[in-house]
């Protein structure tokens, strides 16, 4: 035999001259899970690896994060439900805790990249990410809303505002909107492909932000969110995307959808991110703690095989266990 493939696996010093993808730092973003107090971390049970933090916590959090080399977070509100009502009416009040959060963040760590999360779920006493009425969400009422959450986000200090919730023609009305107010510096990551996925429980859970079972009220999101059969739509969404402005375009969720992030990555020089959903990342840990897989080599495999997909970053809850593994933490 003149070929012998394995001749370049014999040893991990060549495994590591031909291995063809990796993950860094530089590739990942942390998510937070902001709540309302003082001096609270906590456990979110159906994905022990995060931790809802009051803002006090938060910055010692991004400061552990920071010494292992990421630079890059995302952050998420739990609204108290005597704050939430059918018009979201919290999400654009000047005095919005996650705003005053945002700024003491940036103001103590200037140098990090914060994004925000721009959708109506964690404030609608619905459960979903635009205005309700009559049974209907209701998409263009929702964009005025999402306008000027977007304009409160910018002037707190967010680097990257995340537009998640899926309404037509959001990113426009969104980078009219920045430009309109002196922020044509603030960045766009758009959830481009955000599928009506099984697997954003956990996630529902750390903001109890689930629609809400009511006869009235749509009982899922699959009137906006991407039907899982398809891959063809996420073409026509990220074209329309870039095209209003998008400076990052999202696959959500990740390890499910390898091939749409591939499919995006091929077509379109915008960066492409990976959202590794909470659900995902539960089902792993739920299989380690039984002793099904094992944690060290099972979750950085995970990671690289999202980066290999064509991911150019990647938002998971396994980002700092990652980095503190890859340490020898």
Known sequence: MLRRPRRNRKSESIRKLIRENAVHANDLIQPLFLTTGVNKKEQIKSLPVAHRFSTDKILFEIEECIKLGLHSFIMFPKIPQDLKNPEASY??????????????????????TLISDVALDPYNSDGHDGLVKNGIIQ????LVLLEKMSILQADAGF????PSDMMDGRIEAIRYALDS??????SIMSYTAK???????????????APVNDQN????KKSYQMDPAN???????????????????????ALNYLDIIHLLNTNYETPVVAYHVSGECAMLIAACQNNWLDYNTAMPETLLC?????????ISYFAKDFLNLAKGL
């Open 231 to 253: 891959s063809r739509e996420a073409i026509i969404e990220a074209e329309l995307d870039i095209m209003e402005g998008a400076d990052f375009i999202m696959v959500k969720p």
């Open 306 to 314: 999202i980066k290999r997909a064509g991911a150019k970053l990647i």
């Open 217 to 220: 009220i749509p009982k899922d």
């Open 181 to 186: 107010n002196k922020h044509t510096e603030t």
């Open 139 to 142: 998409n263009d009422e929702t």
């Open 195 to 209: 599928y009506a996925s099984a697997y954003y429980g956990p996630f529902r859970d750390a903001l109890d932000s």
């Open 91 to 112: 999400s654009i009040n000047p005095d919005n805790y996650y705003l005053k959060a945002a700024i003491e963040i940036k103001d103590r760590f200037p140098n990090i």
């Open 159 to 162: 680097d990257i505002l995340g």
